[in-house]
């Protein structure tokens, strides 16, 4: 009886898993004339594609693969010359081994391979694929026909590993997970994220672009420089209210369940993966020192 009920769970819990795969869709916005931002389940995905050639901004999960190679080729033929994943979390960089081959180079900032070589260590049936062929520890430019790709780490943000990625001609930046649009950002603090770190990103990112720049969140919505400056305005506003509790002496329970610290976001941001509640954690064990 007992293994005919724990047949019965691992059914279920296989036909949820289908389901849920089942149900997830891939979708693409086309933002320019040589650049898309495809949306599923994970990081948004950025692909570029010229006359000979294309290049990939992070895969999401594996078990995806076959359905963003699907939409891929809905908008080309064109052999994947370059992946690039923005940071090392798993469904940004899921689908590496699916996508990297003999005709495609994967590369990501040097912290990005290391993370990977430990997961690999624990998992080795995973394979080498996975692994980033090329590391760059600060910028790294590439130049396909008249485009110029710029890609360049910025310090303990989402991760110790992020890159955000500059398409110069087309005028699209991919932020990865230093940006969540319309919603509460997460700082893997166990992983070197931090707020002062992600504020900074998102600082160095505002420099970078004009109000023309069309920007791929890491997840979200297309986004632009003038809703940027009012995200950048609303992490530094909730800093601020953090840190004066911070000295008041409040304590991080304290901080949690006071909703009046991010009040005036939690309507148009906290609805997202990350809660009022667990941003105000976050942003507290980040901050106190």
């Not at 003999?102 to 070589?117: C, D, F, M």
């Not at 906290?270 to 009022?276: C, D, E, L």
Request: charge should be negative; proline fraction near 3%.
């Amino acid at each position: 009886m007992k293994h005919l009920n724990l047949l019965i769970v691992l059914f279920l819990i296989h036909s949820i898993c289908w389901s849920q795969e089942k149900e997830v869709t891939i979708t693409i916005d086309t933002l320019t004339s040589e650049v898309y931002m495809l949306t599923g389940q994970g990081g948004n995905i950025g692909l570029y594609v010229n006359a000979t050639n294309s290049f990939m901004i992070d895969d999401q999960f594996a078990r995806l693969s076959p359905k963003i190679k699907l939409a891929i080729s809905s908008i080309t033929d064109k052999p994947l010359k370059y992946l690039i994943n923005t940071h090392m979390h798993g469904d940004h960089t899921g689908g590496n081994a699916e996508f990297n081959s003999e005709s495609t180079i994967l590369i990501a900032q040097n912290n990005v391979r290391k993370s990977l070589e430990k997961k690999l260590e624990e998992k080795p049936e995973l394979g080498k694929e996975i692994l980033p062929e090329i590391t760059f520890s600060e910028e790294l430019q590439l130049f396909e026909n008249d485009e110029t790709i710029m890609a360049f780490h910025v310090h303990n943000a989402h991760t110790d590993s992020d890159a955000m990625i500059y398409f110069m001609k087309n005028n699209v930046l991919h932020m990865g997970d230093t940006y969540f649009s319309e919603r509460y950002p997460y700082m893997d603090l166990k992983n070197g994220g931090s707020v002062e770190g992600y504020i900074s990103a998102i600082a160095k990112a505002i420099m970078v672009i004009d109000d023309k720049t069309i920007i791929i969140p890491g997840h979200g919505r297309p986004s632009n420089k003038q809703k940027l400056i009012a995200y950048l305005d609303m992490l530094e506003t909730i800093k601020e209210n953090i840190l004066k509790a911070i000295a008041s002496g409040d304590t991080l329970e304290q901080v949690e369940k006071d909703s009046s610290i991010s009040s005036k976001y939690d309507n148009d941001f906290g609805t997202g993966f990350i809660s009022p509640e667990r941003m105000r954690t976050i942003f507290y064990t980040s901050l106190k020192k």
